[in-house]
């Protein structure tokens, strides 16, 4: 009983890795006002860039920067045409995510059912792994886990005690105050919205490099959707993302655990989504975005000189 819950418990990490990566990523993006709905595609984009580098020169190392490159270059598009062309954000991430699975379609088929030629390796921390129970589970993981870990909590230090996240903070809600104040609105914009394709980018990467360990289509499998609702979800807070990523990610190891007591594999292949829906009819519930500490400006353009 103990191994099983300890199988469940380091699965339930492993799946929930990805998650937390696109949800900080776009927690960091809306935070600063921009919308950001071309998250599948961007994990997409991660996902086909990681692993082709690691296949072509044997390094996940490598094949982990390319996928932060990647997601860099294809968020830069939709933060040239939210941010300095105002165009509408929805319509732009939805043809980012579109633009993002079809490249990645593309460029992936020559290497459909190819095994990694070297795989991310797990970090033992000494001492703390020999923690009995949660020492394998928390102290024996891949470097992306503890790159989440990590990043969550500097996210949470950034937005709430730094100048810098006053900053990105008062962009997303009252830019006309932030330019007056000496702020280039559009610059906080575009770095954040960079950093959020970053993190797409590796999230993506986790899910060939360490959860699948191989390419195939439909690799993402709609978690980019998921990041969006755990981001309303988390309440636009890095570390309430924690709670969030974990959570979907037991859905995830769910769905194969429960299977050989009868339940059929398309009603548990459904869990992950019918949760979204919950958690998206429940935000829909309370009365007004502000009530959500949504900021007061997401996903709309703005224009210097505007009040």
Known sequence: MGSI?????????????????????EIITERSGVL???????????????????MTTGSPWLGMLAA???????????????????????ISGLALTMLGLGSSSLFGRPFIGRPLPAKMATIRIPLLADIPVVGKILFDQDPFFYLSLIL?????????????????????EN????????????????????IGGALNGMAGAHLSLVYSKSWTEGL????????????????WNPLRAFLG??????IFVLQYMLQPIGIPPNLLGM??????????FAGGLKKGHRHLHAPAMLAEPYTKGDK
Request: charged share 5%; net charge positive.
């Open 5 to 25: 819950l300890i199988s469940v418990l380091n699965r339930t990490l492993i799946a929930g890795t990805p998650l937390l990566l696109g949800t900080l990523g």
């Open 36 to 54: 950001n709905l071309g998250v599948e595609g961007m994990m997409a984009i991660g996902a086909v860039a990681g692993f082709i580098v690691t």
């Open 68 to 90: 932060i490159i990647a997601g860099i270059l294809i968020s830069s598009i939709h933060a040239f045409v939210s941010i300095s062309l105002k165009a509408n954000q929805v």
């Open 152 to 172: 969550g909590v500097l996210f949470w230090i950034l937005l709430s005690r730094t100048r810098w996240g006053i900053e990105i903070r008062s962009v997303g």
């Open 175 to 194: 830019p006309a105050a932030s330019e007056a104040q000496g702020i280039n609105v559009s610059a906080v914009r575009y770095i954040c919205v960079l």
């Open 220 to 235: 993402t499998g709609g978690r980019g959707w998921i990041v969006i609702a755990l981001t309303i979800f988390a309440l």
């Open 245 to 250: 990523a974990f959570l979907f990610g037991c």
């Open 271 to 280: 869990m992950p989504y019918l949760a979204t829906l919950a958690v998206l």
